[in-house]
């Protein structure tokens, strides 16, 4: 079975000892037509080029089962609007070693989240850089299916 092995971190947007580490942008839009503790199936479009339908299981610590499916653009846009309310917007911005940092939109403006994911170990994740923040793995409210349904905190 896939799996995705992953630590996310809080992040200060202005900080420029990540910014000046970033080698590409894209732009990520994305929904849920799911989004329980047991499951969830996501919609993401990037950068209007790309798309994939993506189904998670239960979290297990850092790790939980993943797979993930291109499909067609305009498929996916469909798939959007079937999503309701439970839709984000981020800048994603690659780093080295593996780092994103998710710079979100709209009403989570504001709000930037580091994450890296790595295969091996899921006790032996790669040491946080000293940018990041708090460790805020498996911490519903700032999960992408949690910001989907509303502002981190509510």
Same mark, same amino acid.
């Given at each position: ?8 971190y809080l992040v200060r947007v202005d900080d420029p000892r990540w910014r000046v580490l970033v080698r590409a942008t894209h732009t990520l839009r994305q929904g849920y037509l799911c989004a329980d503790p047991e499951r969830e199936v996501r919609v993401r479009v990037v950068s209007g080029t790309a798309a ?15 797979? @993930? ?7 996916? %846009? @469909? %798939?959007?609007? %079937? ?5 984000? @917007?981020?800048?994603?911005?690659? %780093? ?6 998710? @710079?979100?939109?709209? $009403? ?19 040491? $946080? ?26």
């Open positions: 079975m896939p799996t995705e092995t992953e630590r996310k994939f339908l993506t189904v998670k299981g239960r979290r297990t610590g850092p790790v939980r089962p993943e797979y @993930e499916y291109p499909v067609p653009v305009a498929d996916a %846009l @469909e %798939l959007l609007a %079937l999503c309701g309310g439970r839709v984000l @917007e981020k800048r994603r911005h690659s %780093l080295p070693d593996g780092w994103v940092v998710d @710079e979100y939109t709209g $009403a989570h403006s504001g709000l930037a989240v580091a994450e890296v994911e790595w295969t091996g170990d899921p006790d032996t994740p790669p040491p $946080a850089p000293p940018w990041a923040g708090r460790d805020i793995t498996g911490d519903r409210a700032y999960s992408n299916a949690g910001l989907a349904a509303g502002p981190a905190g509510d």
